[in-house]
């Protein structure tokens, strides 16, 4: 015998299966292209990093800790600097 209360069930547990499986992409959805914007300013961090770090994030406290670990030697604000861009 058909039974219109067990088909509703059902497609409730469908529509909220389809539901939990959309935010679960949406909050652990990682994936980034890397802009022309981007590609830019990691060229720029490479020649000088506080200058990338500045068109990432402004005159933040990143800029400023970029600028004392690039003072302590080049490798470490260069590094500092593309995890900055490549984070954002």
């Not at 000088?48 to 990432?56: A, D, I, R, T």
């Not at 400023?64 to 490798?75: D, H, M, P, R, S």
Request: net charge positive.
């Amino acid at each position: 015998m058909f039974s219109v209360f067990g088909d509703n069930r059902n497609y409730i547990k469908i529509k909220a299966n389809i539901h939990s499986c959309y935010c679960y992409e949406q909050k652990y959805h990682y994936e980034r292209d890397i802009n022309m914007g981007d590609l830019i300013r990691i060229i720029i961090a490479i020649l000088l990093p506080p200058l990338g770090v500045f068109l990432q994030v402004g005159l933040g406290k990143d800029f400023w800790i970029n600028i004392l670990l690039t003072l302590l030697g080049y490798v470490p604000g260069l590094v500092h600097a593309i995890w900055i861009i490549a984070k954002k």
